[in-house]
Each structure stands twice: as C-alpha cells, then as structure tokens.
C-alpha cells in the first residue's frame, strides 16, 4: 500500500500519562502559564546550569517535537505575562505537558538539595533565626531574587506584588516546597493535576 | 502468607502488615488483604496505624493536601474530623502542617489523634503512600484519584462582606451628594432676548468708555420700539441692530480712545434720539446745509480712500450745520464707518435723555470708492 503522507505525528508517549484537562478554552490559562515559568526560574536558581539542563532534558525525554530548540523554549516561556518580554501567544495543552514533565524530571535530580533547602528552612524558622544564616539557603534565595528581578516586568501588577526582597524569598520558599512535591513517584501527575485547581469546569 | 512490607523515606516510614493470595510458596504472589498500617515519623514518638479504611482516608486526604501545596489553592471542603472524615490536614504556624486523624486505641476506641509536621514529612508521608499504590506487588486495587479542583469549588479572592463595602460605599456617597444638591435651589429659567443682551453690552461699554454722562437708557429695546411706533420714521429696530452691530466691532476702540472721539454706539444713540426731532422745512436752509455738509466731508475724508465698495449713509444734521448723527443704508457702510469722516464729525450731545427740540434736515450722503460724494436731502415721508 503506498501511503502519500506521512503518518500524523502524535504526541510522545510520555506526555499521554497526563490526561487532558476539560478547560472552557483550547489554550492554558494564565495560572499554569506562571506557574510553570517560576517553577523553572527556581530550578535555574538552585542549578547554576539550569538553563541548559532544561535543554538537555527536552532532548533526553524526547520532546523535541514539541520544544524544538531554545528559541521556542523561551518563547514558551514568555507567555507567562509577568515577564518583561511576554508574548502574548497562549499555551498549548501538550507544551505544558511537556514542561511539566521537564520540571519534575529536574527537580528529582535535585531532591537532595530540594530537601537540604527545607529542612534547614524549618530549623531556622524553628529558632526565629534569619534565611541568611543558612548559607546554601541564602545562595539559592539571592540567586532567585536576582533572576526574577531581571526577567520580570516591574510594571506589571502581579510583579508588583513582589517588589520587596522578603516576599521574593516567600515566593522563592513556596516554589521550593512545590519541587518537592514535584520530586516524588506521582509527581508528574500531581503538579498536572494541581495546575489546573480551579479552572475546570 | 503474612506479607510485611516497608517503605521507608528519609522522614517516614510505612509498614504495610497483609495476607497475600496466591499459592504459599509463591514469593512473587501479590498482597491482597490489608492488615495492618503503621506510619512512623523519625524523631516522634506518635505513630499512625488503622486498617484499610484508615489507610484509603489517608491517602485521600493527603493528596489532596500536597495537591493545595502544590496550586496555593486550598480546598474549600475541608472540615472538621468526622466519620466520614477520619483524617484532616490543615496548615498549621510556623510552615508546619497539622494531620488530626481519628484511630482506634488499644482499647478499640476511637480517639482523634494529632500530629503536627513539617514541610518534608507531610511530602514523604505523600511519597510512601504514592509508592504502596505504585507497588503492583501490595495491595494492586488500590488507585489514585487525582482531579484538579472545580472552579466552583474555588472561593472568591474577597470575601462577600469585604465585597459589599465598596458597593455601599458608592451608594451611600450616592446618596449623601444627593441630599446635598438638593439643598440647592433649583436656577431660574432666564429667556434674554439677543438684542436686550447685546444692548446690554453696549452700556456698559459706553459707561466705562465715556463720562458717563452719554449713557443712554433710550437705547434700551423696548424704548425704541415704542418710539418707532409713534413716530412711524425710521424703523427702530433696525438701528437698535446697527447700534448693536457696530458696538461689536468698536467696543474695544470705545473703551480706548479718548472722549471727543465718537463712537459708533453714541452716533446710533444720538440717531434714534433724532426721531422724534423736528425737520427743517426751508429749502434754503437745507440747500445750504448740503453745501455745507459736503464741503465738511470732503475736506475730512481720508486720501487715499479706504473702502472699496459705495457706502451710503443717513445723516442728520442741524440747522446750526452739527452733524448729529448717522445710520448705515448698505452693509458695507457697516464696515467701513471707521473709513469715512462720520464717527469723528458726529456731535455727541452732552445730555443724551434730554429731547431734541431743535429741527434737523435728513440727507442720504454716498462715498463712492473714487472719492467722489454726493449728498441729497431726505425728505420725512421717505
């Protein structure tokens, strides 16, 4: 049989554990767009590789056919609109998938830093003691602050939400708290399913 | 076969005690039948053990828990501990969480147990229950259920009283301008005429202009009117639009030049004051008035002439040879008035009220744009 076609590409198999969401549009909402995006900036703040380890894991998981190269990683990333150079384009269903699935692949290389991080966060709060006496705490914290105030667009009102070092380093420690839960066996699924609280219908 | 299986992670530990199924010597035979589960957290004495039932309500909770970690949504469900909910987590101070579980004792009765942990101990008591349900070998009909909240469910950033403050801000502030602009009186409908405005404005122009001996109260529309109407000569109403006219044009030059300069206003007021004077009868008389007149004007018209277009006038004139006052007969005569000698040879009286009682001759003088003038009398029937 002679095929004029090639077969239509369906998505990687490893995005198919994460089922569809039934959102009352095709696109992401605004939350998952965010969230993702800070999620990434933390673990870019953790590892000062990062950014090329995302790379690397798109290549690694096989989701090239989604986030084809660099260029279309940032560009995915620009959707979140607190960015300074936001685009306005949405969010596919299978890129956030996609993220997804980078992110927790990522933050399970980091889990014993992730959780050196928070321990150490709950003796200091336990002793009243202030984040820079724990010195890798601090670095990850100074390090966050820095890439959100250079990314992000300090006119906008969610940005503005965050213009003081103290709500950053919250910011930086509930994100922490969210790889973690991102490191764990149902991961993937559970970051998935938590991104879309409150917009389906 | 009494299966144990541990599950152990850095802050705690899950000991599943269970019956498998399948035949004794099968060490691969999954298990089937719960027994017993026991959570152990290193560094606290409480422990967590129930059955089954305990074990699924855990599960629940907690993913649904790690899941409100995870959004920064909380579930609006949660409630107090109850039997149909034996386990409830909720945030507790200082980035520590509390699980209060309702589990038998050792007497078998049921006592609400409370356990507060931390950040990584709620993750690692989520991961051990994560790894049972992954395990195909324990327990393979236990399942998952993850969902991500319904929007219903999800309440409102503001509360519903924080929501009406500003409603009932703005309907009360409604209410208060309302109360105050009532106060107000209600402005009076005020119907002016144009012309009574105008005329208006040309008093006061002439006041501030003038002595303020020439201010003319017979200039007042309804004075000129009833004049017209007595006299039947010149329509009043037309010179009181002249007047108007010109006050609009000059008034700025009528409140600058100094007071022998007449203006237009006083010339029109000296007009009308005009109509009820008497005529000069002699034909002699008006003859030499003409001659008169035309010399006057010729001498004063400026050379090279102004205007461009005929300008015809009425002027009045008394038997004395004064120039009394004058009234345009075309529109470009409006224009122009400044151009010719009129304005300044007109003789303002000194006591405008006062009647005209001496006789005065009517001519209809014409400036052509050559420089050429005529002059021709009027008699009254015209």
Sequence with gaps: MQVDSPPAQSSPLILETLPNPSLPTPDCPRRVRVDLDLLMLAIEALDVAGSEALLKTVEQLALKAIISGRVKLWLIRGTNPMRRHSQRSPMSIDEAKALTVVVCFLAKRLTVLIRQLLLGYQQLSDKQLGLEHHFRLADYLQRFRSLFKARMNPQRAGVIAYSTDDKLNELAMMLLTRLLFCTGTQGPQRLWSSLFDGEVV | ???????????????????????????????????????????????????????????????????????????????????????????????????????????????????????????????????????????????????????????????????????????????????????????????????????????????????????????????????????????????????????????????????????????????????????VIDPEAIARLETDLLAVLESELANPVQFEEVLIYRVAVSESGDLLGYKYDNDPAIESVNDTPLPELTFVPVDPEQVLEEPVAQFRVTFEPDGAIAVEPISDSE
């Design chain 2, 1 to 279: 076969m009494t299966v144990l299986r541990h599950y152990t992670l850095p802050n705690c530990s899950l000991m599943v005690e269970g019956l498998s199924s399948g035949e004794e010597t099968d060490p691969m035979a999954p298990m089937t039948v719960l027994l017993n589960t026991e959570f152990t957290f290193p560094g606290m004495k409480e422990t967590l053990s129930g059955g089954r039932e305990f074990l699924e309500a855990l599960a629940k909770a907690v993913g649904r828990y790690s899941q409100s970690i995870l959004s920064g949504i909380s579930d609006p469900t949660v409630e107090a501990v109850s039997e149909t909910r034996p386990v409830v987590l909720q945030p507790s101070e200082n980035h520590r969480h509390q699980l209060t579980a309702k589990v038998a004792d050792s007497h078998g009765k049921d006592v609400d147990k409370t356990l507060t942990l931390s950040t990584v101990q709620i993750f690692d008591l989520q991961e051990a229950i994560d790894q049972l349900v992954a395990d195909a070998q324990t327990l393979p009909d236990m399942t998952l259920h993850m969902a991500p909240l319904h929007r219903r469910h999800v309440r409102p950033a503001e509360p519903v009283s924080k929501q009406v403050v500003p409603v009932a801000a703005g309907v009360s502030m409604l209410a208060a301008s309302a109360a105050l602009l009532f106060m107000l009186p209600v402005p009076e409908v005020r119907i002016e005429t144009e012309d009574q405005e105008t005329t208006s404005q040309v008093e006061s122009e002439t006041d501030s202009g003038d002595t303020g001996a020439s201010s003319p109260p017979d200039l007042e529309g309804p004075d000129v009117d009833a004049d017209s109407d007595t006299t039947g000569t010149t329509s009043a109403t037309s010179s009181d639009a002249d007047a108007d006219i010109n006050a609009d044009a000059e008034g700025a030059d009528a409140t600058v030049e100094a007071a022998p300069v007449v203006t237009q206003a006083e010339a029109a007021a000296a007009l009308t004051r005009l109509s009820t004077a008497p005529e």
